[in-house]
């Protein structure tokens, strides 16, 4: 047996730098340059995608501890600091992309640029830093499923450093962190290529499906998970989020296909004029 995988990549003057943070800018970095090149593809600049990150990333950050906090309140009533230290984990997904769309929309309203191109250009980059951001999971031990056998993960053909590292407390786990970056790098490959079908999709529709597609995955995977966010102590809180989303992103997708005023998303435009309505 190989020996567990450690959550820490190096040390930097004595301070621990996880594999959880070097993940994660990893996917990030990757997201701002697929978006830069898209965005010059569709008549945009490059320098959008990065003067919004300066806006947009930091909202992210505070989203997912906020939403994160706000359901696992009863740890933080006693020592109310903790609520900034977030070496110990702690960030959601959803909270995330919720603080992010709320940094975008203002972003492109105060530029001047539509908000529905620039979610269709964002949306294939952000689900695959989300397929590598789970791998930050892996490393730190964390977002697994229910217990299960040595047998079932060899059965699935997973290499032995999956396989050890998801012996955890003595116990095998399922690998839902897994389930989830493969979901996610489908969705990705998916997007792109319906992204690219000449007059295909609608104006906002490649964020739509992102919203779809991610949704369901995650609506299921999230039903194997050992550390979901409770409401009420009953209810998923991500389940009940991806339904929500889910049914709620058919609609739009439904009402905004029969509108004809609505263009094709088109990526070979050579110039997209700013409107002063989104």
């Not at 995988?5 to 340059?33: D, E, M, N």
């Not at 006693?78 to 972003?107: K, Q, S, V, W």
């Not at 952000?126 to 590598?132: C, F, G, K, N, S």
């Amino acid at each position: 047996m190989l020996a567990q995988v450690s959550p820490i990549a190096f040390r930097l003057f004595g301070i621990s730098v996880y594999w959880y943070a070097v993940i994660i800018v990893s996917g990030i970095i990757l997201a701002v340059w697929l978006s830069s090149r898209e965005a010059v593809r569709v008549g945009l600049k490059s320098d959008d995608v990065i003067d919004f990150m300066i806006w947009g990333l930091p909202s992210a950050i505070i989203g997912a501890r906020l939403y994160y906090v706000a359901f696992e309140w009863q740890d933080y009533i006693e020592n109310p600091i903790d609520i900034f230290l977030t070496r110990n984990g702690g960030l959601a997904i959803y909270g995330g992309l919720i603080g992010g769309g709320i940094a975008l929309l203002l972003f492109t309203r105060h530029h001047f640029i539509s908000t529905w191109t620039f979610l269709d250009i964002a949306a294939p980059s952000v689900i695959l830093a989300q397929a590598i951001g789970r791998w930050g999971n892996f490393m730190n031990h964390e977002a697994y499923g229910p217990d299960t056998t040595r047998n079932f993960l060899e059965s699935l053909h997973l290499p032995n450093f999956i396989i050890d590292n998801m012996e955890i407390d003595g116990i095998f786990r399922q690998p839902t962190f897994l389930y989830e970056s493969a979901w996610n790098v489908l969705g990705f490959i998916v997007l792109v290529l319906l992204r690219r079908k000449e007059n295909f999709l609608k104006e906002g529709e490649v964020f739509l499906l992102y919203i779809i597609w991610y949704s369901f995955g995650r609506f299921f995977i999230e039903g194997l998970r050992t550390d979901s966010l409770y409401i009420f102590g009953l209810l998923r809180v991500s389940q009940l989020l991806s339904l929500v989303l889910f049914f709620g992103a058919i609609v739009v997708l439904f009402i905004r296909r029969k509108n004809p005023k609505i263009a094709f998303y088109n990526r070979n435009q050579k110039r997209v004029e700013r409107n002063k309505t989104t």
